[in-house]
């Protein structure tokens, strides 16, 4: 992790060097720090010892979000310690309905549940219809999961329309990689999107 504090006039004196160097990668820990070290500026660092994952690849993602959960999860957000200040969406409370189960699971502000969420993220205002099941997943804002459609080991980004009876990926224990949708798509009523696949256009199936 770095977390790079400056004086403005420092920082840009290495910046304008760097950029003249036809040589440099023009990365902070390649080239800029390296460069001050050299040149003997005084530099400290801090070791970090709480939660940190880097979060450049799908998988990590992943993983990230479900640090969230269980009962003792590697990233307790409920932790009175150290309060997360955020900006909270304009929206109802989260309603699970009465054919709704919701299992190791967050949700998020104005989400409507009728159907089965296990050890998944629902960012808010997600719709999972009755009798769709969303597993091992995570969900972005604005996202309708309709009737009997099934998500497994995904990543759904924003306002996508998983229409009915669809299927979004596989069980991640068969290690076929996590299916990715790309935000403001649909994916067409009985539609398979494979395990790994990522989509960033409406999908009507094979």
């Known amino acids: 992790m770095g977390i790079y504090i400056f004086t403005a006039e420092k920082l840009y004196k ?4 760097d950029d003249r160097d036809p040589n440099s990668e023009k990365d902070f820990g390649k080239n800029i720090l390296p460069n001050m070290l050299n040149a ?14 880097d979060v450049g690849t799908i998988s990590s993602l992943w993983e990230s979000n479900m640090d969230l959960l269980g009962e003792e999860p590697a990233f307790d957000v409920g932790d009175t310690g150290w309060k997360i200040h955020s900006r909270n969406p304009l929206a109802p409370p989260e309603y699970i309905g009465e054919t709704g189960k919701v299992d190791n699971s ?3 502000l104005g989400c409507e549940v009728d159907g089965t969420v296990e050890h998944s993220i629902l ?3 997600v719709v999972v219809e009755e009798g ?14 309709k009737k009997n459609a099934v998500v497994t080991y995904s990543i759904i980004d924003e306002n996508v329309v998983v229409e009915e009876g669809a299927t979004v990926g596989e069980d991640k224990s068969k290690a076929a990689g996590i299916a990715v949708l790309g935000r403001n798509i649909t994916i067409g009523a009985g539609a398979k999107v494979e395990a790994g696949k990522i989509l960033d256009k409406d999908y009507k199936g094979e």
């Open 14 to 17: 290495y910046l304008e060097e």
């Open 40 to 53: 003997g500026e005084k530099m400290f660092s801090y070791r970090f010892t709480g939660y940190w994952k």
């Open 106 to 108: 967050m949700i998020a």
């Open 123 to 125: 960012s808010s205002n």
């Open 132 to 145: 769709a099941v969303v597993k091992d997943s995570v969900i972005m804002a604005g996202t309708v999961i």
